[in-house]
């Protein structure tokens, strides 16, 4: 398996899949051998998470300029309604939208209550695009990812575990 790894000040060894590639942090000093043992201790957990990785890809795949700026003016139009809609059924407010080209994140909110959406969400299905706006709004209440936080998304999407998991393939 192709796989980087990353030495720093850390306490922990990490592994994460970008772009379906295997990244490896690891604190200074940490033997191959001890690497090599979480790659196959986890190896279940690498091939499912690349799958999905590749599947995002093919999804994404092939997309025209004309095509990609069709999916974020769509975008801009339905994220900005969905926003509006919950925000007001949630009694949160937000400050301003993007629209982005993020890959491997699809929402973000700041601390000033702006929010970032990937024109990518567009190629998902709806109950998963409302989850999505949900979750982002749902900081405004809780910049973290609580019980707390869950329960303010559980709250207007009883179904959001299932909602999230159309975001996985």
């Known amino acids: 398996m192709d796989y980087e790894i990353i030495y720093s000040r850390r306490k922990t060894l990490s592994l994460c899949i970008k772009n379906t590639r295997l990244i490896i942090r ?3 000093g940490t033997p191959k051998r001890k ?3 979480a790659i196959n201790s986890h190896r279940e957990w690498i091939e499912k998470h690349t799958e999905r990785q590749k599947n995002k890809e093919e999804r994404f795949a092939g997309l ?3 095509q990609i700026a069709e999916l974020k003016r769509q975008a801009r139009k339905v994220l ?3 926003a509006e809609y919950y925000s007001a059924l949630m009694g949160v407010d937000f400050g301003r939208i993007s629209i982005t080209s993020a890959k491997t994140r699809f929402g973000s909110c700041s601390s000033k209550g702006d929010i ?3 024109y990518r969400l567009m190629l998902y299905p709806e109950a998963a695009v409302d989850y999505v706006v949900v979750h982002e709004l749902a900081h ?3 910049m ?4 707390a936080f869950y329960k303010i998304v ?3 999407l009883p179904d959001y575990k299932e909602r999230r998991k159309l975001l996985r393939g």
């Open 116 to 118: 970032a959406f990937s």
């Open 154 to 156: 559980e709250d207007i």
């Open 80 to 82: 900005s309604a969905k």
């Open 35 to 37: 690497i090599e043992e």
């Open 26 to 28: 690891a604190p200074l």
């Open 140 to 142: 405004r209440k809780e």
């Open 64 to 66: 025209s300029d004309k």
């Open 144 to 147: 973290n990812h609580s019980k």
